[in-house]
T-cell receptor
Framework: AQKVTQTQTSISVVEKTTVTMDCVYE???????LFWYKQTASGEIVFLIR??????ENATVGHYSLNFQKPKSSIGLIITATQIEDSAVYFC?????????????FGSGTQLTVMP | GPKVLQIPSHQIIDMGQMVTLNCDPV?????FYWYKQILGQQMEFLVN????????KSKLFKDQFSVERPDGSYFTLKIQPTALEDSAVYFC????????????FGPGTRLTVL
């Protein structure tokens, strides 16, 4: 079965610090894509960053980066220099490439609160 | 970034009525999706649509659900008849391609079935 698990329900940090959010996944696919999205308080869902399973280099976009550990089926999101406006719910998601499935499978989300 | 629009933002209807949720995807995108999110939970895939056809649907996509995109206009999700358990936020998404292509989400339609 394909599954995405985020065990951290909520995290609080002080602004300008670095935070890491965990995500592990299960898949039968030999090739797959991993995504992180955030959902703001207004409900808006924003795409942040993607990791392709065949790439060894960790993806980086702005102050978001990934810690991809393929043997552990783990894709952590790292946010450096956090800002108040980073407060949101962060969802990890996966999509298979070889199974022919089109759907994104989401984790349950991690609520990040950035405090002044 | 690219914007997906959804109309209406909130819909309240009585159980058993029909409802149509509308989505205006990113203009050059070819793949369209609907997801359902019950309050406080993760989003769950309902269906995806490409080239006028349903390509994949989940167990949540009941027989009462249907999707279409007539003449390249709104991509719609119709529920007929609605049930209490259909109350949720429905998100539309679109992507340029499949596989690696990220899906861009609309702001959601909150459906309340009384």
């Amino acid at each position: 079965a394909q599954k995405v698990t985020q065990t951290q329900t909520s995290i609080s940090v002080v602004e300008k610090t670095t935070v890491t959010m965990d995500c592990v996944y299960e898949t039968r696919d030999s090739s797959y894509f991993l995504f992180w999205y955030k959902q703001t308080a207004s409900g808006e869902i924003v795409f942040l960053i993607r990791q392709d399973s065949y790439k060894k280099e960790n993806a980086t976009v702005g102050h978001y980066s990934l810690n991809f550990q393929k043997p552990k089926s783990s894709i952590g999101l790292i946010i450096t220099a956090t800002q108040i406006e980073d407060s949101a719910v962060y969802f990890c998601a996966m999509r298979g490439a070889s199974s022919g499935s089109w759907q994104l499978i989401f984790g349950s989300g991690t609520q990040l609160t950035v405090m002044p | 970034g690219p914007k997906v629009l959804q109309i209406p933002s909130h819909q309240i209807i009585d159980m058993g009525q029909m409802v149509t949720l509308n989505c205006d995807p990113v203009s050059n995108h070819l793949y369209f999706y609907w997801y359902k999110q019950i309050l406080g939970q993760q989003m769950e895939f309902l269906v995806n649509f490409y080239n006028g056809k349903v390509m994949e649907k989940s167990k949540l996509f009941k027989d009462q659900f249907s999707v279409e995109r007539p003449d390249g206009s709104y991509f719609t999700l119709k529920i007929q008849p609605t049930a209490l358990e259909d109350s949720a936020v429905y998100f539309c998404a679109s992507s340029l391609g499949q596989g690696y292509a990220e899906q861009f989400f609309g702001p959601g339609t909150r459906l309340t079935v009384l």
